[in-house]
């Protein structure tokens, strides 16, 4: 957002607005000739629509507004000002070029991975796959907790319960918010809904029969629809190293690696076929 800043809006556009994202203060005069090309500069580079950044243009040729230059001890015009929770963290005075401009404002714009967080956040509830590959990507970059958090909930959406349960535990208690709450509980719940008295009875009969391939293939069935893929893939693929023919197990064992898409585990599972058909 860019804004003029008055004695009306001061309040909040400026020092309430920059309890949730950086402003940054553009002080200029009419008659100074730098400022006719350094405010399009800045409102370019800010942008209109920015999630992280607002610009807010003070004049101070209005006598209202003069106090705030001095209060921030402004020597030059133009200056630029970062303002962040209420009180000033950087300050750039006098002509400058893009360069430096650009400078001034890279800490407080997004990086590569807080672009990647916001598209995963807009795409999450339409595609949680497209999300959780977004996520994957951001993570790579930076490891934050709102990223781990988000792909915890991607990971969820797609039924990866031990993969959501590691990633929570990763969580330190400062960031265990509402949004890591409402996860851990809907996990709790898919391990309930997972842990059915038809899967209990099937994994007690291989216990007895840990050679049967058939139920193997079965019980892979039941572990891959209950969110513990890898389990599923291990199942299949022993049944498949002794019997590459047997039953309907190559099809389930290529079924969810598609469903899986990228996903690491299912990587390392596509390798082992390959080495087996190969």
């Avoid at 309430?16 to 402003?23: D, H």
């Avoid at 930076?142 to 535990?169: S, W």
């Amino acid at each position: 957002m860019i804004v003029d800043i008055t004695v009306q809006n001061f309040q909040q556009a400026l020092i309430q607005a920059s309890m949730s994202k950086t402003v940054v203060i553009y002080f200029h005069a009419d008659q100074i000739p730098e400022c006719q090309t350094i405010g399009p500069l800045v409102e370019r580079l800010v942008g209109a629509d920015s999630n992280h950044l607002d610009m807010a243009r003070v004049d101070v040729a209005d006598p209202q507004l003069q106090s705030l230059a001095v209060q921030l001890g402004l020597q030059a015009l133009p200056a630029l000002v970062a303002f962040k929770d209420g009180q000033p963290v950087d300050i750039l005075e006098g002509p400058q070029d893009e360069a430096a401009v650009r400078a001034f404002l890279q800490p407080y714009q997004p990086n590569e991975a807080d672009l990647l967080l916001e598209q995963a956040k807009q795409t999450l509830g339409q595609d949680p796959q497209a999300a959780y590959s977004l996520l994957q990507q951001a993570r790579a970059l930076d490891d934050t907790p709102a990223i781990r958090l988000y792909l915890a909930e991607a990971a969820l959406a797609l039924n990866k319960l031990e993969e959501t349960k590691q990633l929570l535990a990763t969580i330190g208690m400062a960031d265990q918010d509402s949004q890591y709450q409402h996860i851990l509980a809907r996990l709790e719940l898919a391990e309930e809904a997972a842990d059915s008295p038809e899967l209990r009875e099937l994994e007690q009969k291989l216990a007895e029969d840990p050679d049967n391939m058939a139920l193997k293939e079965e019980l892979a069935v039941l572990f891959f629809q209950a969110g513990r893929q890898e389990e599923a893939l291990q199942l299949l693929i022993e049944v498949l190293q002794k019997d590459l023919a047997f039953g309907e197990a190559k099809k389930h064992f290529l079924d969810m690696l598609t469903t899986m898409g990228a996903d690491p585990v299912a990587s390392r599972y596509r390798r082992k076929l390959y080495s087996m058909l190969y």
